[in-house]
């Protein structure tokens, strides 16, 4: 398990220099779009990305409605990525493995990448191509339910946790 980084955004030795947006800095984009998105009315609900919050949390574990469809939905105050492609629920950390680069949903590719360093990965969080060695980190989840519940405490990484990080998913 890995813990959580406590402010720098960078919780692995020797970071990376030259990086075109830290996590701090997406996370500001993020809410600054989401206003704008919000603005627009109607075309809100077509978009596949959602910025969302818990809908209760107690301690390290965090209960989030489950998402009716196929979507991408970020809590940048839990720094949590739930994900629904098809049957399955996902909880990713919000970081990318490499060297904690927020994360963001390639729509057209139906895919995660790294702004940082252009790794990819699929909407299971599976590592396909880049400068990261591994998948995404994902949280401990389970059914509850309508809703899902996150441990946000427990982020199981694929080379350290493998039968955790396999089974970290729930079926709707």
Not at 151 to 167: G, N, Q, S, T
Request: aromatic share 6%; proline share 3%; charged share 25%.
């Amino acid at each position: 398990m890995t813990g959580r980084d406590s402010g720098s955004g960078d919780r692995h030795a020797g970071g990376c220099t030259g990086c075109a947006i830290g996590r701090r800095a997406f996370l500001r984009e993020s809410a600054a779009a989401a206003t704008t998105l919000a603005a627009m009315g109607s075309h809100l609900s077509a978009l596949p990305v959602y910025l969302v919050s818990a809908l209760s949390a107690h301690g390290k574990e965090v209960t989030y409605a489950i998402p009716a469809g196929d979507s991408v939905n970020i809590d940048r105050d839990k720094e949590v990525i739930l994900a629904r492609t098809g049957s399955l629920v996902f909880a990713f950390d919000l970081s990318c493995p490499h060297q904690s680069t927020a994360l963001r949903w390639l729509e057209s590719d139906k895919r995660f990448q790294c702004p940082k360093h252009k790794s990819l990965y699929s909407a299971e969080g599976l590592y396909i191509e880049g400068r990261a060695t591994r998948s995404m980190d994902r949280h401990a989840i389970r059914r509850d339910g309508n809703n899902v519940t996150v441990d946000i405490d427990k982020v199981f990484e694929e080379d350290h946790d493998a039968p955790l990080w396999k089974a970290a998913f729930v079926k709707v």
